[in-house]
């Protein structure tokens, strides 16, 4: 699978990247491109367009992308994974009082994106970075350990 979204990630992006290569398809391609073009590079590499307005893998009413992949393509038999799209959905849409650790995962992220900015990460390097923070609360939330896998 191919799937193309912005640069700069942050909360959604960084947690629907983890979903995507944990739980499915270790071998995706994840493209990082500027806003404006996520829809055309999308379309002309026949990917999969998300967190970007207007596009099926995107925020819908009170959810986020992650909220729409896991609907889609990930697996929904997973208690651990629900229990944490509502962590990834408070903190991504700015309701740091959805979850007990909403405005947690908020907070770090803000500190993953200074650190990317002050260290030059590219978007992968910052989700190498924060892969532990949703492993951790994945496992938290009761989730199969055999189910995770090393960062990219």
């Not at 499915?24 to 990082?32: G, H, K, Q, S, T």
């Not at 590499?45 to 925020?59: C, L, Q, R, T, W």
């Not at 924060?130 to 989730?143: C, E, M, R, V």
Request: proline share 7%; glycine share 10%.
């Amino acid at each position: 699978m191919k799937w193309v979204t912005r640069t700069g990630v942050r909360i959604d992006r960084v947690s629907s990247s983890w979903l995507i290569w944990t739980f499915i398809d270790p071998e995706a391609e994840i493209l990082f491109v500027p806003t404006e073009e996520v829809v055309a590079v999308a379309e002309r590499e026949g990917g999969i367009p998300f967190d970007v307005p207007g596009v099926a893998m995107g925020h819908h009413g009170n959810e986020c992308a992650f909220d729409a992949i896991l609907q889609k393509y990930g697996p929904m038999d997973d208690p651990a994974l629900e229990k944490l799209a509502a962590v990834v959905r408070g903190a991504d849409t700015r309701r740091p009082d959805l979850t007990p650790q909403s405005g947690g995962m908020d907070a770090l992220a803000h500190g993953y994106k200074t650190l990317m900015q002050l260290a030059g990460y590219d978007n992968e390097e910052s989700i190498r970075r924060q892969w532990h923070n949703y492993d951790a609360l994945y496992l938290f939330f009761g989730g199969d350990p055999a189910k995770l896998r090393e960062p990219i």
